[in-house]
């Protein structure tokens, strides 16, 4: 035994043992080169033995939603194998109808996507499968389709709308610079928390109070968007370090604000004060026998994933459309003229004499404001066929979820011949869909809302090529809602202000779940007449 130490430093030392490691180097080398030089001509992303695309996706991790239209625009459909799994994006509508519709029952959310999301949205409609998500979207249809829902939904949206123009009204007094973006996340979250779940949490206060639940859940979903790219991220949340820690202390924060809100909705049930909201149904669903919704565990996923769907979707269309009359002054100005005429036409109808306002007398202006949302309705919203597709134009450029993930449970090929592997993950980009030449034509990546009228009336298009609202059996039941609490909004903030970004102010998004801007929108804000 001895023997053989003294004689392994003379082995390691040896021709033999140098050779053999010379000859694994250059064969190491040589795969790597031969490996690199294969993809010379393939489009998509390259990648490299082992880790596949994984530096080129880290590199690009902060505009990946343009690094992936840049491929896109190249090769319809791109392939981008990564440690543990690999995705396939796709832009071209026939492969979305086939993921989204034609073979809907081989693209589920999946396990691993599940995975990713469970510890913020858990069983919830966004993130379950399978009987799980049939029973709660046949519960949330019910309710959205409800007429007194609808009808509470346009007076608690004119009620917000209204509290944001009064502290527009304000800022625009003392010349502030505010952001819109967290304006509007206050709106929606204070809207949907009455809409849904029938309690007020007051975010749009006029002092415009610090809410650790918002700044918790944007946190959240910040580092579970991280863990679709981040290989090490079930080591990290072992280990309780780093963005693994920082998000369980977020979900803490956020379950603790749920949960409290549960137990109210539920106090007021057993005190016969029981409301018609969303909430209240699922309560009251989780009575009957495996529903599904007997626990306060069920009942906080219900209530995260229409959050997310309510408060986070709606307000970053709303700051991109800010962004973009901002950017495009002439459309702003068009916007104003269809809002006034408008609001004559309405005044006709109520026979109701408008009142004269001077923009600098806060009283006057305030009653201006004031009288036109009175205006405002389901139906007449309707009529607004300029800033309707104003609004969807945003949508087709600037999707609230910019890409989709789906997984494949097996084989099969795309209908451009893509090969498909079970367990890989396939995923539609609203984001890229919205700037295709072969999609929309040469000014696809133009802001050109007059794409959505014909002879003056809203024209549609396909789900699978506009797919802001996603398609198929999954299509979003809260679109029409959505709709009206945007327009009802920005029929009110269109007609009575006009924005101004802060100079230098940089717009960019940030890589979370929604395409939320990562240092909001600064703006300066000023009263029409």
Known sequence: MEQDRHLLPILTQSPTFQQCTLVATIALFSWILIHRWSQRNKTGPKTWPLIGASIELLKNYDRMHDWLADHLSVSKTITVPLPFTTYTYIAEPSNVAHVLKTNFSNYPKGELYRSYMDVLLGDGIFNADGEMWRKQRKTASFEFASKNLRDFSTTVFRDYALKLSNILCNV?????????????????????????????????????????????????????????????????????????ALLERSIKVVDDFTYNMIRRRKAEWNNNKMKHDILSRFIDLGKEPESGFDSDKSLRDVVLNFVIAGRDTTATTLSWFTYMIITHPKIADKLCMELKGFEEQRAKEENIKLITCDKDDDHSFESKVSQFAGLLNYDSLGKLSHLTAAISETLRLYPAVPQDPKGAIRDDVLPDGTKVKAGWLVTYVPYSMGRMVYNWGPDAKCFKPERWLKDGFLQSFSPFKFSAFQAGPRICLGRDSAYLQMKMTLAILCRFFEFKLVPDHPVHYRMMTVLSMAQGLKVRVFRRS
């Open 172 to 244: 625009s007094i003392i010349h502030q610079d505010i952001d819109m973006q967290d304006l509007y996340m206050r709106m929606t979250l204070d809207s949907i928390c009455k809409v849904g779940f029938g309690v007020e949490i007051g975010t749009l206060s006029p002092d415009l109070p610090d809410n650790s639940f918002a700044h918790a859940f944007d946190e959240a979903n910040t580092i579970v968007t991280l863990r679709f790219i981040d290989p090490f991220w079930r080591i990290k949340r072992f280990l309780n370090l780093g963005s693994e």
